[in-house]
T-cell receptor, first 115, second 113 residues
Framework: DGGITQSPKYLFRKEGQNVTLSCEQN?????MYWYRQDPGQGLRLIYY???????QKGDIAEGYSVSREKKESFPLTVTSAQKNPTAFYLC??????????????FGAGSRLTVL | KQEVTQIPAALSVPEGENLVLNCSFT??????LQWFRQDPGKGLTSLLL???SQREQTSGRLNASLDKSSGRSTLYIAASQPGDSATYLC????????????WGAGTKLIIKP
């Protein structure tokens, strides 16, 4: 079945460490997204990519980095520069353009906790 | 800047009741509005999509309406069931957003057996 796989589901980080969250999709979608979700807040866009080897910053990109070397993969690195990284991270993919953006498919999420 | 608000943040009702969830947005210049469902600790699933030219969409016991002039959408759930318990989020795609969604914070719904 087509879908998005995020790993790990749970991750613990010590202060000063970088960690990488994996996101893989087999939907042949051009666009991929990373969102952060905190209690009581809407989803906030970290980074998005509409094509391989290209990505743009979202609303809260500081302290995060991404790469898009393959269409299927869009890993997110949470760097030590992110001062409050404890959150639930969601990866999504879609087609491009307004009709494609309608078909937004989400992974199951990764919960990052800073110890 | 477009803002999306969902009130209340949480709602608890007995099983079998019909209920309405609210979503408001500050700018009616949108491509569409979507309602999503999120189960605890899980990703989101799209429930209904309303294009800007439409007034409502229906899927089973769910009916969503859109009034761009007043900046409001409602999600109506008929004959609620315990399995409907989840967080419901709405999101809009503004016309000037490069097709990026703007999200509400969600309403956490609990259906009591």
């Amino acid at each position: 079945d087509g879908g998005i796989t995020q790993s790990p589901k749970y991750l613990f980080r010590k202060e000063g460490q970088n960690v990488t969250l994996s996101c893989e999709q087999n939907l042949n979608h051009d666009a991929m997204y990373w969102y952060r979700q905190d209690p009581g807040q809407g989803l906030r866009l970290i980074y998005y990519s509409q094509i391989v080897n290209d990505f743009q910053k979202g609303d809260i990109a500081e302290g995060y980095s991404v790469s898009r070397e393959k269409k299927e993969s869009f890993p997110l690195t949470v760097t030590s520069a992110q001062k409050n990284p404890t959150a639930f991270y969601l990866c999504a993919s879609s087609g491009t353009g307004v009709s494609g953006a309608n078909v937004l498919t989400f992974g199951a999420g990764s919960r990052l906790t800073v110890l | 800047k477009q803002e999306v608000t969902q009130i209340p943040a949480a709602l608890s009702v007995p099983e079998g009741e019909n209920l309405v969830l609210n979503c408001s947005f500050t700018d009616g210049a949108i491509y569409n509005l979507q309602w999503f469902r999120q189960d605890p600790g899980k990703g989101l699933t799209s429930l209904l999509l309303i294009q800007s030219s439409q007034r409502e969409q229906t899927s089973g016991r769910l009916n969503a309406s859109l009034d761009k002039s007043s900046g409001r959408s409602t999600l109506y759930i008929a004959a609620s069931q315990p399995g409907d318990s989840a967080t419901y989020l709405c999101a809009v795609i503004p016309l000037d957003s490069n097709y990026q969604l703007i999200w509400g914070a969600g309403t956490k719904l609990i259906i009591k057996p």
